[in-house]
């Protein structure tokens, strides 16, 4: 039995020399009574902390019953409980929607709206009448992709020729050319860079228009060159020898 203020202790100086079985009985009792204390503290923490404890922010809480949602202890709504921001919901039900909660059927979310996508289409976050079955959004429009062609945000009615976009601007692809951002009449021309060429005329070395030297005409970097004449040495035309 532990009692405060306990020094007593076995007389004879023999028992120490000798660790008699009295001196070990004595230092257990002693050693029992200075740990007690801790132990007990700590078996009760033990004991108390359930063994699904979790942390959210600086709050314990028991993960089987409750969840954490962006710090704040919430209780489980059902088996898959999910958070929408610091509120806890049951995805079968809702939906969350840019942090806010909505009604869930046959909709999905639209910005922090919900829209249904038979009937509407989402753009950029906003709920948009369809206009056909395969409607695409240009921006925060709705078109009709065989009706209208987008470009760079830029809606192009098609009218039955426009089918290719340069930069924010349709052409039709079959009579023209986009070439550096530009629209170009074709007239058998392509392009060099950003620039056009005429190749019965000229050749395009590494996007520069430079003019033929012969039926046989070859680049050297950005140079052209006849190499029945010259030679490419290192990007650089030489002579021949």
């Given at each position: 039995?532990c009692?405060?203020g306990?020094?007593s202790?076995p007389?004879s100086?023999?028992?120490?020399s000798?660790?008699?079985?009295?001196?070990?009985?004595?230092?257990?009792?002693?050693?029992?009574?200075?740990?007690?204390?801790?132990?007990?503290i700590?078996?009760?923490?033990l004991?108390?902390q359930p063994?699904?404890?979790a942390?959210?922010g600086?709050?314990?809480?028991?993960?089987?019953?409750?969840?954490c949602?962006?710090?704040v202890v919430?209780?489980?709504?059902?088996?898959?409980?999910?958070c929408?921001?610091?509120?806890?919901?049951?995805?079968?039900?809702?939906?969350?929607?840019s942090?806010v909660?909505?009604s869930k059927?046959?909709?999905?979310c639209c910005?922090?709206?919900t829209?249904i996508?038979?009937f509407?289409?989402?753009?950029?976050g906003f709920r948009?009448?369809r206009i056909g079955?395969?409607?695409?959004?240009?921006?925060t429009v709705?078109?009709?992709?065989d009706?209208?062609?987008?470009?760079n945000?830029?809606?192009w009615?098609?009218?039955?020729?426009?089918d290719?976009?340069c930069?924010?601007y349709a052409?039709?692809?079959?009579?023209e050319i986009c070439?550096?951002g530009?629209?170009?009449?074709?007239?058998?021309?392509q392009?060099?860079g950003?620039d056009i060429?005429?190749?019965?005329?000229?050749v395009?070395?590494?996007?520069?228009?430079?003019?033929?030297?012969?039926?046989?005409?070859q680049?050297?970097?950005?140079v052209s060159?006849d190499?029945?004449?010259?030679?490419?040495?290192?990007?650089?035309?030489?002579?021949?020898c």
């Open positions: 039995m009692r405060r306990f020094t202790s007389s100086p023999a028992l120490w000798s660790f008699t079985p009295a001196a070990a009985a004595w230092m257990y009792r002693r050693l029992s009574c200075l740990l007690l204390p801790a132990v007990m700590l078996t009760f923490t004991v108390m063994a699904t404890a942390t959210c600086s709050t314990t809480y028991d993960a089987t019953r409750n969840v949602c962006s710090g919430r209780p489980k709504i059902g088996s898959s409980t999910q929408c921001g610091t509120v806890a919901y049951d995805p079968t039900q809702k939906l969350c929607c942090g909660l909505q059927g046959s909709n999905l910005g922090t709206g829209y996508p038979f509407e289409v989402c753009c950029s948009r009448h079955f395969h409607d695409k959004c240009c921006g709705a078109y009709a992709m009706l209208s062609i987008c470009c945000g830029q809606l009615r098609r009218g039955g020729i426009l290719a976009c930069g924010y052409y039709d692809s079959d009579t070439c550096g530009q629209i170009w009449a074709k007239l058998d021309r392009c060099c950003n060429y005429y190749p019965t005329w000229d395009c070395c590494s996007g520069s228009v430079q003019s033929k030297r012969g039926s046989s005409t680049c050297c970097g950005t060159y190499p029945k004449q010259k030679a490419c040495c290192n990007g650089v035309v030489k002579s021949k």
